[in-house]
């Protein structure tokens, strides 16, 4: 059986970067539209745009699916594209920042067939429009309606050093 393709649109957002931060995904496929948003109360832009792609390809329910992820994060789209991923893997990632997010990326990643498409940030694209909308309002948005914010718990012990957290 052919299943349809799945398009992935995401997107990541940090107020103060590294501050509060939040993705959002738009999932569309076969006329359907899922929308999914996490906040951390300190993070960055980078891990939020690298989670959303993560968080994204994990909503999938089958294997093997041929998806397009369309971002407007250079780091993530160029990391892929460019074969630094691969490049990093191969060298045990020294020296790389968002190793546990890279590790967890690959193993999603590579359950499925995933082309990347690279689109300018804030220039009217209507999904990547939501998407923003839903990282910053899983983020700072939620911070200032006064919501508890979980840890990034793996960006806060990696940076805590002169840093106070809660």
């Known amino acids: 059986m052919q299943r349809p393709v799945i398009y992935l649109y995401t997107d990541g957002a940090a107020s ?3 501050g509060p931060g939040g993705y959002g995904v738009v999932l569309k496929c076969a006329g359907l539209t899922r929308e999914i948003s996490g906040g951390f109360r300190t993070t960055t832009n980078n891990r939020m ?3 959303a792609v993560i ?5 999938i329910r089958w294997d093997n699916a041929e ?5 407007d994060s ?5 990391a892929v594209t460019e074969g630094w991923l691969l490049n990093w893997e191969r060298k045990g990632f020294a020296k790389v920042k ?3 997010l890279w590790m967890r990326f690959l193993k999603v990643y590579r359950r499925h067939r995933v082309t990347f498409h690279w689109l300018k940030g804030h220039a009217g694209h209507p999904e990547n429009e939501r998407c923003d909308a839903l ?4 983020g700072a948005g939620a911070l200032s309606r006064g919501e508890v914010l979980p840890p990034d718990e793996v960006y806060e012990s990696e940076n805590a050093g002169g ?3 809660r």
Do not use: I
Request: no cysteine; proline share 3%; hydrophobic share 50%.
């Open 16 to 18: 103060g970067n590294p």
């Open 49 to 51: 745009e690298l989670l």
């Open 55 to 59: 968080v994204g390809l994990e909503a």
């Open 67 to 71: 998806v397009e992820v369309w971002s």
């Open 74 to 78: 250079s780091y993530v789209v160029k």
């Open 98 to 100: 968002n190793t546990d």
């Open 135 to 138: 990282a910053v309002n899983a």
């Open 163 to 165: 840093q106070l957290f």
